[in-house]
């Protein structure tokens, strides 16, 4: 889904308390769709936006409502996308 390693996706489980996906008796993770949210916002973060691990702690920290922001820019983005779509049909 964000096209990069599982051993990433641990690391960062390991480094953000709000990814606490659920483990079976296996050792499985599965992923809630809080978590997967939880992963956009920081994959957004590091990749995107190139912060460093301790610069994305801090940013998610001080900003207590970046999982709402980080959801409307998502909607945004898709609305500009569909009207882009819809002005290259006319």
Known sequence: MFGVNQSLLRFWENEFDI???RKNRKGDRHFR???IKNLELI???LRRRKLTIEGAKDFLKKNTKAAAHFEMIQS???LKGFLLEIKAAL
């Open 43 to 45: 994959y957004d973060l």
């Open 33 to 35: 769709p809080i978590d």
């Open 19 to 21: 990814i606490q996906p």
């Open 76 to 78: 945004l983005q898709s």
